[in-house]
Structure formats: C-alpha cells, structure tokens
C-alpha cells in the first residue's frame, strides 16, 4: 500500500486556474496576519505589506461611486484587512502625483474572471495582480494589453520577467527546507533530496508540479541550463522512485506544519515558509538557495480598462518603488522585483531574499512560457498535462 499522505484530500484536485503565484500571494496575506497576531511586526509594518499585496476585504469606492475614467485606478488583488493601508502607501502618492484616486477591489482576479469582464465590454478593473501562468493564459485568449515599458521601467526587475503582456511585481522561490538535527549533512541540491539511503525519512512535494518539476529534473541530473523544455516522462519518473516518502502540501501553512510536526525532514517548498520556521526552530530548519526554483507575480491591464492604459501604467511604474518593495519584504520575506531595492536589504536579511545576486546566482528562473506550450497531447498545454500527469502519480 502506498505511504503517500495528503494533509486534506479537497485539497489534491485544486481548480486547473490556480497558480503558484496566486496561492502564494494568498500565503502572503496569511503570514503577515500571524506575525502580526505575534507580535513580530507593528500595525503599521502590517498594514503597509498587505498595501502593497493590493489586498482589501471588498471593494473600496469613493462617495458611493464606481470607478470613472481618468479619475479613479482599480486595482484587484486576492483580498485582506488593508483599504486604509493600500490608500496611504499608494493612494496618497499616486493621487499627488498624477490626480488619480486609487481603487482597491479584494475580490480576487482570477483569470476566467478577467476574460469574462473584456468578453462582456464590462471591465470595472484597471490593474491585475496575477501570476506568469495567467499572464500567459489570459495573453492567449487576446484579453490583455501590452505592457507600456515606455512608461515602466523594464531595467526595475528580472529581464525573465519583463513579459509582453505582464511585468513583475515581486519574487518569490521554491526552495529545498531541511531540518539540521534529522540528517545526517546538509543536503546541496535534488540529488540528495532523493537519496533515500543517505537522507532516511519523508519529504514534501507541492500537490501541483509547477516548481516541483524543476527539481526532479535537476535530481536526474540536469543542470540549470538544460531543465527545459522539461521531459515530463522523466520528471514524472523521478517524483515515482520516491513518492512512498512523501506528503504532499497544499497551503504554505501545511507545508509548514509538517516540518513543525516531525512528520518530514526535508521539503521543496516557498522560501516564505522556510524562512518562517528557521525563526521559530531557532535555526534548526533552514534552506539552501542551491538549485531553488525563483518566479514572480505578476501585474497585468485588461483590454479597455475604464481608467485608460497610461493612468494604468503609471500606477504600476509607481509600484516599482524601492521603499514599498521593502516593506513586503520585511514583512515576509517577499523579494523585492526592482533590483534597487534588493541592494537597500540590510546585509543581515540578505539571506532570506531570493534576489540577492549571490542568491539568485545559485537558483533557476522559472521558464513561465513553457508551461503554456502546446504539449502534442490531446490539445494539452504542458501545465494541462503536467497537472494531470503529477496528480496521477502521487494518486497511485
């Protein structure tokens, strides 16, 4: 019988739309909220992190109403406590500087969401806080602009990142977690994740494949520059030679409660988390960048967006500001997309940031793209299969 566990079984078939970008800003909000509740941040820190998450509990209007052309920017992201805080670390400014109020819509901006909203000739949203897969779904079905790089600043992040028809806002890593005191050396990249001889015990691999499929590539033994495009029967086959080792995570918060538990002694899971659990272990569980797997998320502008293109760039060259990127970083741990900012990190929080040159040195940059090609089976993008293909192998 296979020992493959799942903390909850609602949890193995997620919507197809979800992304890592998404969950994991969804994390975001829930970290800043429990160190908040901690202790270990001020409101004030709080409040200016979930700002610029975009997050809100519902949607903010201003004297009762909706956004109106050239005076009001919407912005949609996955939700939060934080209207007033959104307002004073980006309303405020934004309005000095341009005129334009700023709207925040914590609904969340999910792609099927978006599309139906261009289909219809109704967008009610300006700027989208989303994720490279849905960058490039939502590019597909025609329902995005182009980014104005005339008006934002391509040089403020990640060249990788700099899409066509979205543009980084921040980054954030899938890393190898292991706990010090239960191996018997610490690990240095997927090879060793997947020595069950040398490194006994069980490990944990996200329920969906995107940045879990990196890392089996690299365990059979490719380097970074050959990972893709990604031989699926390969990295199916490798996820199969260890999967009675391993549990399955859904939510960062799992992921963390199995280290927290005992239950694994080694993880790919987001840097967030890891970062989280070396603080309460007091440095008994903590990562190597060797190997990790970086992406970003992404901010995106809806065909026909009521505020207009340029009111909707400007509001995203806005948010490439150093200061504010540091706050999410402080926060939780959240890289910095414009590299200025990650220079600001003071050097004894340059290990927790993904976008550190010497960290970013050792790691991939995720390929969003591939993920999104045609995979020749059945009409099948290569997430479309690669989803069904890791499902059915821990299933089994």
Known sequence: MSLIKTLYE?????????SAE???????IQIASERLAKGEIDRRTFMKAIAFLGAA???????????QAAEEVVVVNWGGPAVEAYTQAFGVPFEKATGVKVVIDGTGPLGSKIKAMVDANAVTWDVCDTGTGTTLVLEKQGVLQKIDYGIVDKSKMQEKFAYEYGCANYMFSFILAYNKTKVPSAPTGWADFWDLEKFPGYRTLRKQPNGMLEACMMAAGKDKDSIYP?????AIGKLKEIKD?????????????????????????WHTRANLLN???????TWTWEQGIVTAGMWNVPNNNPAGTKTAMEFIASAQDPEQQLVLFNAMGNGPANPAAAAQV???KKYIDPGQPENLAKQVLQNGPWYQEDSGVRNLTNDELSREMWLDALSS
Do not use: H
């Open 346 to 348: 003071p050097d004894d």
């Open 245 to 269: 080792y391993v549990i399955a995570w859904g939510s960062g918060s799992q992921s963390q409660e199995l280290f927290r538990t005992g239950e694994v002694i080694m993880g790919d899971i």
């Open 57 to 67: 509990p519902a949607v903010m209007t201003l004297g009762g109403k909706t956004a």
């Open 22 to 28: 998404s969950d994991f800003a969804r994390d975001c």
């Open 10 to 18: 609602k949890d193995l078939y997620p919507e197809i739309e979800d």
């Open 230 to 234: 990604i031989d699926l029967d390969l």
């Open 279 to 285: 603080q309460e272990t007091n440095g008994d569980v």
